[in-house]
């Protein structure tokens, strides 16, 4: 079954979006339970990726990225997560945080920085959580001090993606003690081989293993003067604009995932038989689809129309909160479901289902908690 049709997509998005479909089906989807298996990082499938024009390609044409929109981002991240969630971060992450210096860099920062990735000669990342905080971008600790002409970090950041295999990161960190928290933090780009910067593996995960996260410690870590991105103590409001993006794209992590145990459970009850039956048969089974499929219709149906409201910049910050909390819910729901229909077989880690059941838990919690994206509702709803 075919759920991720093209019809809700607009028509200059369908091509890109047959593109990302053709190549997770050709390079993630048969590698999915090796690289979950092993842990290891798809280098060979991030290198394919960045071959065929589909890895860091929301970076401008003038620096040498194809300029996509939000649409066609969340178009390829439908069919990438479909396929693979952990793969398929891995493709996502390696120009992630870039686009922050693409808005708010000067020109000398982006012909350093950016034109490397867009032409897939390097990988970055972004470092925001920290060991003891999450969603309160306001409450991080890691500092960026002043010093002549440097500035010198110090402090932690966890939950990194690349934080080992990027060549540059955009870091935030608190360069302020005003009275206005917000107002405390800046963005910096700082280099993996900078002095200082000491960063390692985040051990075993039961969940998008195919993706590398990284504990940062930052011992007086010296960046040059000019490595601040944009104004000094913008960096909160650089952060909300950018996860207000980023959350609509989230939002397409959970529709691949959703689709993906849907299409599981579908396949799974419409050949296996009990009590001399055909499993699909049974009038709770059938139930238990239609309620999938509902989760999933109507998580998708939001999740493109806020991504006409926050690329229109209309009212992006309850758009985005809607978009991200209903779609990674929705696939929760599925991968619950489709678990309950496999039955035992649910459990056995080469199972698809079982795969997209621990995947689906992960984007409820990144890029702001859903706790939060509730919070962010309520304050911003239509006046």
């Known amino acids: 079954m075919e759920l991720l049709d093209e019809s809700i997509v607009p028509e200059d998005v369908r091509e890109v979006k047959r593109e990302a479909h053709e190549f997770s089906e050709e390079h993630i989807m048969p590698n999915a339970e090796e690289y979950y298996a092993s842990g290891e990082?798809?280098?060979?499938i991030?290198?394919?990726g960045q071959e065929a024009g589909l890895v860091a390609q929301d970076i401008g044409e003038e620096y040498g990225g194809k300029g996509y929109g939000l649409h066609e981002m969340l178009a390829i991240a439908e069919e990438f997560y479909r396929a693979d969630a952990g793969i398929a971060l891995t493709l996502q992450l390696a120009s992630f945080g870039a686009e922050i210096v693409e808005e708010y860099g000067n020109?000398?920062?982006?012909?350093?920085?950016?034109?490397p990735v867009a032409a897939c000669d390097q990988i970055t990342g972004l470092a925001v959580s920290e060991p003891q905080t999450g969603s309160d971008l306001a409450g991080m600790t890691t500092s960026a001090e002043k010093e002549g002409e440097e500035w010198v970090l110090n402090g932690e950041k966890y939950w990194v993606g690349n934080a080992v295999e990027a060549d540059w990161l955009t870091v935030y960190a608190?360069?302020?003690d005003g009275d206005d928290r917000y107002g405390n933090y800046s963005m910096f780009i700082v280099?993996?081989?900078?002095?200082?910067y000491e960063a390692e593996h985040i051990p075993e995960k039961m969940a998008y293993r195919a993706s590398k996260q990284g504990h940062i410690v930052f011992d007086d870590c010296r960046i040059p003067e000019e490595n601040l991105v944009g104004v000094e103590g913008a960096g909160f409001y650089m952060l909300a604009e950018f996860f207000n993006q980023g959350r609509v794209v989230v939002g397409g992590h959970g529709l691949g995932m959703a689709a993906a145990a849907i299409e599981e459970a579908w396949s799974f009850v419409h050949d296996r038989e009990a009590f001399g039956r055909d499993i699909s048969e049974f009038q709770a089974v059938q139930h238990d689809l239609a309620e999938m499929l509902m989760e999933f219709e109507r998580a998708r149906a939001l999740n493109w129309r806020a991504a006409d409201k926050v690329a229109n910049q209309d009212q992006t910050g309850y758009w985005a909160a809607l978009a991200k909390a209903t779609s990674t819910e929705a696939a929760v729901e599925c991968a619950e479901r489709g678990m309950q229909l496999h039955g035992g077989r649910s459990v056995l880690t080469e199972n698809r289902i079982a795969r997209v059941y621990r995947d689906c838990r992960v984007p409820v919690i990144y890029e702001g908690a859903n706790a939060v994206q509730r919070n962010l509702i309520y304050r911003q709803r239509p006046k």
Do not use: R
């Open 41 to 44: 990082y798809p280098w060979e």
């Open 46 to 48: 991030l290198e394919a």
């Open 107 to 115: 020109e000398e920062q982006k012909e350093e920085y950016i034109a």
């Open 174 to 176: 608190k360069s302020g």
């Open 191 to 196: 280099p993996t081989d900078a002095p200082g």
